[in-house]
């Protein structure tokens, strides 16, 4: 895929950053993260001080797996439309800390299993990837358009971070096919306990991503082959979400293993994406170990949540708030 190339986050706005924690009436290193978070926000927005967060987005990607059959989740195929809903009211945990926060949401239907097709719909459920195909190659196509059309959307709306986040029954199976194939690992290293299964359903979950890797392995140097092969329509477009979000300048907070997998692939598919992206908290999921290891980015929080809403992402952003704040506000000595 031709790709235009990533601009890299600004050096002389760095630079500033350092330069003003250390004229702080503060001792040296004394800000800890925070110091780091505030030089990595005026190096995004390309200005020291950096400017507070004006408008934040949650965008919410929806999409259900054919590989929930194999028994690999607690929920049935039709919850994710009842997680959906609860997060368009505000009444899900993510939606909570949203309204906390200060962020506003979106929630975007990419394949949900249902009669009622949304604007950017690209088909009913994605394929059971232990047997077969997650997407035709012209769907994958149009679900990485989508996603990058979103945040083309969001930016030029003025947003000024972005938080991608996936609902989806099924979605870490995908996921964690995805990261073991780009990082070479054996399935039972990136197997985690997802929505809260049992012995018996890891164990499934297990068989389900050996046999989907099995399928997956052999496009592991082209990204598209490999969300047609064992992702879906959210993966997809998630991953062209990061790629459009790194090439408009804009930061984003990754949070949850299916956001993970879409951002590895995104890095591989746009050289420099992963400088635009802060690594909200460490998830308990085995899989996002090698998710962190691989792009080299060091959790802000390690909460242990493993919700893949954007959740964790939520309790980062005022953390965000002031680091920009301490930049711009605290006496110099």
Same mark, same amino acid.
């Given at each position: 895929?031709?790709?235009?190339?990533?601009?890299?986050?600004?050096?002389?706005?760095?630079?500033?950053?350092?330069?003003?924690?250390?004229?702080?009436?503060?001792?040296?290193?004394?800000?800890?993260?925070?110091?780091?978070?505030?030089?990595?926000?005026?190096?995004? !927005?390309?200005?020291?001080?950096?400017?507070?967060?004006?408008?934040?987005?949650?965008?919410?990607?929806?999409?259900?797996?054919?590989?929930?059959?194999?028994?690999?989740?607690?929920?049935?195929?039709?919850? @994710?439309?009842?997680?959906?809903?609860?997060?368009?009211?505000?009444?899900?945990?993510?939606?909570?800390?949203?309204?906390?926060?200060?962020?506003?949401?979106?929630?975007?239907?990419?394949?949900?299993?249902?009669?009622?097709?949304?604007?950017?719909?690209?088909?009913?459920?994605?394929?059971?990837?232990?047997?077969?195909?997650?997407? @035709?190659?012209?769907?994958?196509?149009?679900?990485?358009?989508?996603?990058?059309?979103?945040?083309?959307?969001?930016?030029?709306?003025g947003a000024?971070?972005?938080?991608?986040?996936?609902?989806?029954?099924?979605?870490?199976?995908?996921?964690? @096919?995805?990261?073991?194939?780009?990082?070479?690992?054996?399935?039972?290293?990136?197997?985690?306990?997802?929505?809260?299964?049992?012995?018996?359903?890891?164990?499934?979950?297990?068989?389900?991503?050996?046999?989907?890797?099995?399928?997956?392995?052999?496009?592991?140097?082209?990204?598209?082959?490999?969300?047609?092969?064992?992702?879906?329509?959210?993966?997809?477009?998630?991953?062209?979400?990061c790629v !459009?979000?790194?090439?408009?300048?804009?930061?984003? =907070?990754?949070?949850?293993?299916?956001?993970?997998?879409?951002? =590895?692939?995104?890095?591989?598919?746009?050289?420099?994406?992963?400088?635009?992206?802060?690594?909200?908290?460490?998830?308990?999921?085995?899989?996002?170990?090698?998710?962190?290891?691989?792009?080299?980015?060091?959790?802000?929080?390690?909460?242990?949540?493993?919700?893949g809403d954007?959740?964790?992402?939520?309790?980062?952003?005022?953390?965000?708030?002031?680091?920009?704040?301490?930049?711009?506000? @605290?006496?110099?000595?």
């Amino acid at each position: 895929m031709d790709l235009p190339a990533v601009t890299a986050p600004d050096v002389d706005a760095r630079r500033a950053a350092v330069a003003r924690h250390a004229e702080l009436d503060v001792p040296d290193g004394a800000l800890g993260r925070l110091a780091e978070l505030g030089v990595w926000l005026a190096a995004a !927005q390309g200005a020291c001080p950096p400017r507070p967060l004006a408008r934040p987005r949650l965008v919410v990607i929806l999409g259900d797996h054919g590989i929930a059959a194999a028994g690999v989740s607690v929920h049935g195929p039709g919850e @994710t439309v009842r997680q959906a809903t609860a997060v368009r009211e505000h009444v899900a945990p993510v939606g909570v800390l949203a309204t906390v926060a200060g962020v506003s949401v979106r929630v975007v239907d990419l394949a949900l299993d249902t009669d009622d097709p949304g604007r950017h719909r690209v088909r009913r459920g994605s394929g059971r990837i232990d047997r077969e195909d997650a997407l @035709t190659a012209d769907e994958t196509e149009k679900a990485f358009a989508v996603g990058r059309a979103l945040a083309d959307e969001e930016v030029d709306a003025g947003a000024d971070m972005l938080v991608p986040a996936s609902l989806g029954v099924g979605a870490t199976t995908p996921a964690a @096919t995805l990261v073991a194939a780009l990082t070479h690992t054996e399935p039972v290293a990136v197997i985690g306990r997802g929505s809260g299964i049992d012995d018996a359903g890891w164990m499934r979950k297990a068989a389900a991503v050996r046999d989907a890797l099995r399928r997956a392995r052999p496009h592991v140097r082209d990204p598209l082959a490999l969300l047609r092969v064992a992702g879906g329509a959210d993966l997809a477009a998630l991953t062209g979400f990061c790629v !459009q979000a790194a090439l408009r300048r804009t930061p984003v =907070l990754l949070d949850g293993l299916v956001v993970g997998a879409a951002a =590895l692939l995104a890095d591989a598919l746009a050289k420099g994406a992963r400088d635009w992206w802060l690594y909200a908290q460490r998830s308990p999921d085995p899989a996002m170990a090698l998710v962190e290891e691989h792009l080299a980015l060091s959790p802000v929080l390690d909460l242990g949540i493993r919700l893949g809403d954007g959740t964790g992402a939520m309790a980062a952003v005022p953390l965000l708030q002031m680091a920009a704040r301490l930049l711009a506000e @605290t006496d110099a000595s």
